[in-house]
């Protein structure tokens, strides 16, 4: 992690701070001796699962987060070397302890998203054995439930038996009993039935017979009234005969179907008080099944609003974990410390100011590096006629783009508009210009001579370079 010192903006992070993991593992124990309060409270946290965290936003003052910039420092801090603070450095707005401070500050927003993460972790595990124990309590309670149904089943059955053999024999006796008489009255009745069918026959044979001798004295031209009057009473004998014939049928008849309906009411009564002691079986394992299904229907409910919950709860969890990893390969870098405080970190700055009257223009240079594919942009500078520049200044290049881009931007907002600290700087440049300093001109025709040695500048550009240098006064 790096932190600069020149006022940047700060660095702000967003996160879903899981702020209810107390709460919620303590409303599970809480609820956990009561089965049924158990899985009302599993069913609401699962509905509220997804309001379970509160939005945060931390800020970090200084934290460097371009990989741009974490990179170069990576690689320069390898070949740095130490300096004395002693020599001139640029006005700071951040010490060593603002730097800590916010280093700490880091440090635990890290080991918070961590600590939720095994807060989180910690409120799955009090779930999974909460609903575990409560899934073995019910599976338990079943395999009570079919034990005690087994028992007061095998208990109760020998009786049930009993009954059901003692009324389907009673049933066989009393039914017999009704269908004996009923045949009996029907047995009297048809035997009346056939004497007066008997008694019939004789009457219908005689009135035959002597309708034949009627007809037959008919014929002779004798009458008899006394016949006459016999023929009309075989036939009122006849009808009433008949109607007899007819009443009795129609009473054995009636008493048939009178007895058929009895027996079948009866019939009907017995097998309603048989089904009623079967019922007393089918009873003891409805009522058991619906049991079974109370605690079967509640182990489905918990494993479901569980699944749910621990669902959510790891996805949560990986994403904190995942929050950190991002944030680590964001801000830090690769290089370990040999104290465990703040490591200050100092760039060498150029910083030029150039005056024309009351204007004053300033330009900050940040490490350079030298680059050699120019032979593009030297061949196209030919083809267009231009004056080429020196071979050392088409080569020169920011060692880092990003640095310089922030550390000039950054010190040109604080030297336009904080007047204070554009004194400081004024006064740490009269102090620490090179130029007057007496190693400048050896050092300049040093470095110059080690340019012209490796090719980047030949001796006629080092000779105006080093003219220019020492015509100009970089600070009045």
């Not at 066989?172 to 007066?196: C, N, P, W, Y």
């Not at 109607?243 to 049928?249: A, D, F, G, N």
């Not at 621990?310 to 410390?337: C, F, H, M, P």
Request: with cysteine; charged share 30%; glycine share 4%.
């Amino acid at each position: 992690m790096l932190i600069d010192s020149l006022n940047r903006p700060v660095q702000t992070f967003q996160f879903d701070e899981p702020n209810r993991t107390s709460i919620f593992i303590e409303e599970l124990r809480k609820n956990s001796l009561d089965p049924q309060r158990f899985e009302e409270t599993l069913e609401a946290q699962a509905k509220e699962v997804k309001e379970f965290s509160t939005e945060v936003n931390v800020g970090f003052p200084g934290l460097v987060t371009e990989a741009e910039l974490l990179t170069y420092f990576q690689e320069s801090l390898k070949t740095a070397s130490e300096e004395l603070l002693a020599e001139a450095t640029i006005p700071v707005d951040l010490d060593a302890k603002a730097a800590d401070n916010t280093a700490q500050a880091f440090a635990n927003c890290l080991r918070a998203f961590l600590a939720d993460a095994r807060g989180l972790q910690v409120a799955i595990d009090v779930l999974k054995g909460e609903a575990d124990f409560h899934k073995s309590s019910s599976n338990h309670e079943i395999e009570l439930l079919k034990e005690k149904c087994n028992s007061e089943t095998s208990a109760l059955k020998p009786s049930v038996d009993k009954n059901v053999k003692r009324l389907t024999q009673k049933a066989d006796r009393v039914l017999g009993t009704m269908q004996k008489r009923a045949d009996k009255k029907v047995g009297i009745l048809e035997r009346r039935r056939e004497g007066f069918l008997r008694r019939l026959q004789v009457a219908e044979l005689r009135k035959d017979a002597l309708k034949q001798r009627l007809e037959n004295a008919k014929k002779k031209r004798f009458r008899s009234s006394s016949g006459l009057f016999a023929l009309k009473k075989y036939e009122h004998d006849i009808d009433d005969l008949k109607k007899e014939v007819k009443v009795l049928s129609e009473e054995a008849e009636n008493l048939r179907k009178t007895n058929v309906i009895s027996i079948k009411q009866r019939r009907e009564e017995f097998d309603e008080a048989i089904a009623q002691e079967e019922a007393k079986l089918a009873q003891i394992q409805d009522v058991c099944q619906a049991k079974i299904e109370v605690q079967q229907k509640r182990i489905n409910s918990i494993d479901l609003h569980a699944a749910a919950i621990v669902s959510a709860l790891e996805n949560w969890a990986d994403d904190l974990k995942g929050r950190v990893s991002a944030l680590k390969t964001q801000v830090q870098i690769d290089y370990k410390l040999e104290s465990e405080g703040p490591l200050q970190v100092r760039v060498p700055v150029y910083v030029m100011k150039y005056t024309r009257g009351d204007e004053e223009r300033y330009v900050f240079v940040t490490p350079i590096a030298l680059s050699k594919d120019t032979g593009v942009l030297d061949g196209l500078k030919k083809m267009l006629s231009l004056n080429p520049e020196p071979k050392l200044v088409s080569l020169m290049r920011p060692a880092n783009r990003a640095l310089q881009e922030t550390l000039s931007e950054r010190l040109l907002e604080r030297v336009v508009g904080d007047s204070g600290f554009r004194v400081k700087l004024n006064a740490l440049g009269q102090d620490g210009n090179l130029t007057n300093q007496a190693s400048f001109a050896p050092t300049l025709n040093e470095g110059l001579d080690e340019l012209e040695k490796r090719g980047y500048i030949n001796a006629e550009e080092a000779s105006d370079l080093c003219k220019r240098v020492m015509g100009e006064i970089a600070w009045p």
